[in-house]
């Protein structure tokens, strides 16, 4: 069955310091990926995607993910993490045909200290 | 102008009572999804619509209905709404055809509290 897992719910890191946030899915094919991210009281915003090409892709803020087939992975990074960084990431995949499906984690909640 | 509207963006309501949530997108998207989010769960899918004609159940339909008013209008309803029907709801929609996936684009949310 087709499924994503975000190993960590709540992450903790202080201010400056690096960031990894982990997603991997159970998948038989190439997967279209996604990581959003949600502010608190606000709605989804799309962080970045990976349809094809290059495996290492870079979104917005600052953030870049890695696409690795041979984990199943599509972990997120941010080389110096800001306060405002503080929110919910959600992983999710897409796959093609049907109805255009697509497979939410459950988030990790990360929060940093000054 | 957003381009996914979600409507109302805020309702409390009481156990019981029967309430609409409206979408509309400006997208010209044939596809149109309903989501809701609770904690630790992330977001799963209600109801989706290819076109005005043909709407279908996800994966937790049972407590809701939809109603595809135009290509450019999906409105979910709880009939007797219920306190663990409390969450945050993501209206979504996407193009259809072609051989890749086709990205959804997500409105603001509307958070719901059944009291």
């Known amino acids: 069955a087709q499924s994503v897992t975000q190993p960590d719910i709540h992450i903790t890191v202080s201010e400056g310091a690096s960031l990894e946030l982990r997603c991997n899915y159970s998948?038989?094919?190439?997967?279209?990926l996604f990581w959003y991210v949600q502010s608190p009281g606000q709605g989804l915003q799309l962080l970045l995607k990976y349809f094809s090409g290059d495996t290492l892709v870079q979104g917005i803020k600052g953030f870049e993910a890695e696409f690795k087939r041979s984990q199943s992975s599509f972990n997120l990074r941010k080389p110096s993490v800001h306060w405002s960084d503080a929110a919910e990431y959600f992983c999710a995949v897409g796959f093609s045909g049907g109805y255009n499906k697509l497979i939410f984690g459950a988030g990790t909640r990360l929060a940093v200290h000054p | 102008d957003a381009d996914v509207t979600q409507t109302p963006r805020n309702r409390i309501t009481k156990t019981g009572k029967r309430i609409m949530l409206e979408c509309s997108q400006t997208?010209?998207?044939?596809?149109m999804y309903w989501y809701r989010q609770d904690p630790g769960l992330g977001l799963r899918l209600i109801y989706y619509s290819f076109d005005v004609k043909d709407i279908n159940k996800g994966e937790i339909s049972d407590g809701y209905s939809v109603s595809r008013q135009a290509q450019a209008k999906f409105s979910l309803s709880l009939e007797s709404a219920i306190p663990n029907q409390t969450a945050l709801y993501f209206c979504a929609t996407s193009a259809s055809g072609g051989l890749y996936y086709n990205e959804q684009f997500f409105g603001p949310g509307t958070r719901l509290t059944v009291l």
């Open positions: 997208k010209g998207h044939d596809r």
């Open positions: 998948y038989g094919a190439t997967p279209y």
